[in-house]
């Protein structure tokens, strides 16, 4: 519910259980208020923060805390809006002017529109509320309404204030390539603390645009949590910043790094979503709240709905080195192991014998497949399996005929060598010749190969950039996601994996366009749980993706060995893809993957509709225990993977969640034994939900590599 009252000059925004208040002061300006548990009335907060009078001249005041931080007389905290008007002032004091509050088919909107003391200036904060979410979504719209050009340096999205004077902990999520999202904990003070990216085409693999903050004593099911996540797939920036009054603001946005927008008469920048949420509940329900915004609001809503296929894909087994009699074998193995779609991933096209060659030219490679793609695609078909082809659009390799067309499509400065990550340039896909290009190409190959899925690949940050432009770092992503928008409207039952080398693009920019997200390159079964963790915190567990999650053994990058069944198991948590290679592995293995493959038919439906409650987590503990319950509640599974195990680990029962109490439920599990030298456990047993959620399920893992799947569905 929003709401202003003309005499207290009061906003207010309450959901279930979160309150936001934000008021008009006497000199005009919009200061917040309040953020946190929920409150009915906003008339009954006070301004927090000291407020000394008599120092500085009338209308000035120390640091308060503006709803919009710019730069303005005694405000020296980070702000959200840097602007260099014509006649060179670079201040911006912002004051109320109107605003709007209205419903919409999925909940609220708010607009206030703030405007500059002297120039025709606005800004516009916008805010969404959504049916049924403790969730605000906010955005600012900045416009020029004078007729002199003026230029934007900072324009982020918004802000949050944390509760005041207590102590903050922050939550965010660092890494690299093939370590994805770890958690990282950290006790604030006095300063500021940046996580940001500037390698212009992705989040990166190194930050989320993701945090959390708790007052230092929040679990997984107790304390106040504040939450945030930009919607942006690019450079972004959020500071995390305490100032001498212990008030911790956060802003987020877009990052300032190397960009200058200039606005000309009536010309606005539209900043990205900045969602925020708050509980008194626990990281728990943060991640609840954040499932049910994707399911119901930020995803496609006939997709979700719809169990994703197991996918079998070339890239592990064979890397570039894919040709037809492989692909035309591979097929029927995957179809008899119970895969449904069949992927070939890099090294169909072009003349991409290595990683020099090849990108730009899309074109199926006739020295490996001589009869070029069709025959792979019918055989799909014919077998009843979908088929869906590797890409990677924004990038061209030297030596391609692309480059030799279009060199001017490349981002480069003059005088200076490309840096060629990967051996592959970057296409400046800010140009609007470019985006039509990349759009032409990926609408060309969906139509003539008849294709269910495309995998879209990003390999290579952006290191050069361009001279012509200051704004390519914005307009890139832009135009990027205005392709990702073409090929879901153009094609709403062809499924999209974005994929970046991993997961550079895990974030709620790409969200709303991909079936799928690559999770990580690294498929190692330990290392996939740390990361698979991280990921789920605020990404559906559905939606982890990756060339083959049921890995190989020992793994490529760290030569782990690790049993079938742990894998398998664990392939079952994200979106199932195989990445043994089949044509190679011996009649014993094959059953065997297809037996676990079955069973994951059995309990997709509850894993890819589910909440993940991290019962045990694997940040801080030798047996990660994860319940997926089902959203209706009615069913649940219970994973468990031991790793580093010693001296026999007794482990703690484990104690499911948001089950009814009084209802009662049959737990199945073949796995679920206390060695056999003590007690067998029964295949099946039956309990109410309080005895599941309050005593729990004695497990006993034999030791490293164990793993279990435990089912729990109530009794009509
Ligand atoms: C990186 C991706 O993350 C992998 O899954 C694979 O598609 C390779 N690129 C192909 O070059």
């Known amino acids: 519910m929003i709401t202003y009252n003309e005499q207290s000059r009061r906003f207010a925004i309450i959901t279930e259980n979160s309150s936001y208040f934000m ?77 709007t509050i209205e419903k919409t088919e999925t909940g609220e909107k708010l607009s206030i529109v703030l405007c500059d003391r002297f120039y025709k200036f606005e800004v516009v904060l916008n805010y969404v509320l959504y049916n049924g979410l403790n969730l605000i979504s906010k955005n600012t719209v900045i416009r020029n309404t004078g007729e002199k050009e003026v230029k934007l340096t900072k324009m982020k999205s918004g802000t949050m204030y944390p509760e005041w004077n207590r102590p903050m902990r922050l939550m965010h999520m660092a890494g690299r390539w093939g370590a994805e999202y770890q958690k990282k904990y950290m006790d604030l003070t006095q300063g500021k603390f940046t996580i940001d990216n500037t390698r212009g085409n992705c989040a990166s693999h190194q930050h989320i645009p993701f945090f959390a903050i708790d007052e230092g004593d929040a679990t997984e099911t107790k304390g106040n949590v504040w939450y945030g996540l930009l919607h942006w797939s690019g450079d972004f920036k959020i500071d995390f910043e305490l100032n001498y009054d212990n008030q911790l603001v956060v802003s987020a946005g877009v990052n300032d790094f190397d960009v ?11 900043t990205p979503l900045f ?84 990108l730009g030219d899309w074109w199926c490679d006739k020295d490996k497949f001589p009869n070029g793609l069709k025959p792979i695609a019918d055989k799909c078909h014919s077998m009843g399996m979908k088929f869906g082809l590797w890409v990677e659009p924004e990038m061209v390799n030297k030596k391609s005929d692309l480059f030799k067309e279009h060199p001017e499509w490349v981002l480069s400065f003059p005088n200076r060598e490309n840096t060629e990550i990967r051996n592959q340039c970057v296409l400046d896909l800010s140009r609007d010749d470019v985006l039509e290009f990349v759009w032409e190409t990926v609408d060309k190959l969906i139509s003539d190969y008849d294709l269910d899925y495309v995998k879209w690949d990003m390999n290579s940050y952006i290191t050069e950039t361009t001279v012509h432009t200051r704004d390519m770092r914005i307009k890139y992503i832009k135009n990027l996601y205005e392709v990702w928008r ?146 209706d509640k009615k069913s649940a599974l219970v994973f468990m993977f031991a790793n580093g195990m010693n001296f026999r680990d007794s482990v703690p029962r484990v104690k499911l969640r948001g089950l009814s109490g009084d209802k009662l439920y049959k737990v199945t599990g073949e796995h679920y034994k206390i060695p056999e030298t003590f007690m067998e456990a029964p295949k099946e047993r039956y309990m109410h939900g309080d005895a599941l959620m309050n005593f729990g399920i004695r497990i006993e893992p034999m030791g490293d590599y164990d793993s279990l799947v435990l089912r729990i569905d109530e009794v009509e």
Request: charged share 30%; hydrophobic share 35%.
């Open 260 to 270: 200058c927008v200039t606005l000309k008469e009536n010309e606005e920048f539209e």
């Open 23 to 99: 008021c008009i002061d006497e000199d005009m300006r919009l200061r917040h208020l309040y953020y946190g548990e929920r409150i009915e009335n906003p008339d009954e907060v006070s301004f927090e923060l000291p407020f000394i009078k008599g120092i500085l001249k009338p209308g000035t005041h120390f640091p308060f805390k503006a709803e919009f931080i710019t730069k303005e007389k005694t405000q020296f905290l980070e702000p959200c809006l840097f602007v260099e008007f014509d006649d060179g002032t670079r201040d911006c004091q912002l004051v109320y002017k109107s605003h």
């Open 486 to 631: 073409r090929m879901n409207e153009k094609y709403p039952h062809v499924l999209f994996e974005n994929c970046a080398a991993g997961g550079s693009r895990a974030d709620y920019g790409m969200a709303p366009y991909s079936d799928r997200i690559n999770r990580s390159d690294n498929s190692d079964p330990v290392d996939v749980l740390k990361i698979h963790e991280g990921f789920s915190t605020y990404i559906l567990p559905r939606l982890a993706g990756g060339a083959g999650n049921v890995a190989t053994s020992p793994h490529h990058l760290n030569g782990r060995i690790v049993p079938l069944k742990y894998r398998a198991h664990l392939g079952m948590t994200g979106s199932m893809s195989v990445g043994i290679n089949l044509l190679k592995a011996s009649k014993e293995e094959i059953e065997e993957i297809k037996y676990y493959v079955e069973e994951y038919k059995k309990v997709r439906h509850i894993a890819q509709d589910a909440y993940l409650y991290r019962l045990s987590s694997v940040y801080t503990s030798n047996v990660a225990v994860w319940e997926y319950l089902k959203r």
């Open 275 to 358: 969602t925020m949420g708050f509980t008194d509940s626990g990281y728990e329900e943060m991640s609840r709240e954040l499932y049910d915004y994707q399911y119901d609001y930020l995803l496609p809503e006939e997709k979700i709905k719809q169990e994703f296929p197991i996918i079998y894909n070339t890239w592990y087994p064979y890397e570039l080195e894919v040709n037809e009699e492989k692909c035309l074998g591979f097929i029927e193995k995957a179809q008899y192991i119970g895969a449904e779609l069949f992927v070939i991933d890099d090294g169909w096209f072009g003349r991409r014998k290595d990683l020099t060659d090849g």
